[in-house]
């Protein structure tokens, strides 16, 4: 079973390897605007959720130690929820692959969720992937 542990947010990392892509982006970088390509106007929608409601305590990002060390994360599941919360504190993260008005959205929003930014989350840490693959497979299929 998972623990439960808060991670910062800068210790988080986007899962490459996320079973939406096609080929495994080369780094964070084109890993975010890989899917913000995917889902632009969903995760400028969920960064608006955020600023107004915080983040949702009923999805716990499902996450596995990088490198096999706790220094870094990667979120096996609630990317695009990550990945609203890095564009919301770096909205040029993301820009370049958004429409102008989703863009301008965006930074409105940043300007807003950095009044009170988020600097951790509580994550669902496993041991591993397989651990993980198991609980997303109960989860989506019941």
Known sequence: MPEIVDIPIVDLLLDPGNPRFKEEPRSQQETALEL???HGDHIVELAADV????????ALPAVIASGGTRTS?????????????????????????????????????SKKYAKVPISSLSCALFDNEEEARHCFFLRHTG
């Open 51 to 58: 600023v107004d409601y915080g983040v949702d305590p009923l």
């Open 36 to 38: 913000a390509e995917k």
């Open 73 to 109: 994360y990667t979120v096996l599941e609630g990317n695009r929820r990550l990945l609203a919360i890095k564009a919301l504190e770096t909205p040029t993260l993301i820009t370049p692959v958004l429409s102008s008005p989703a863009g301008k959205r965006l930074g409105e929003l």
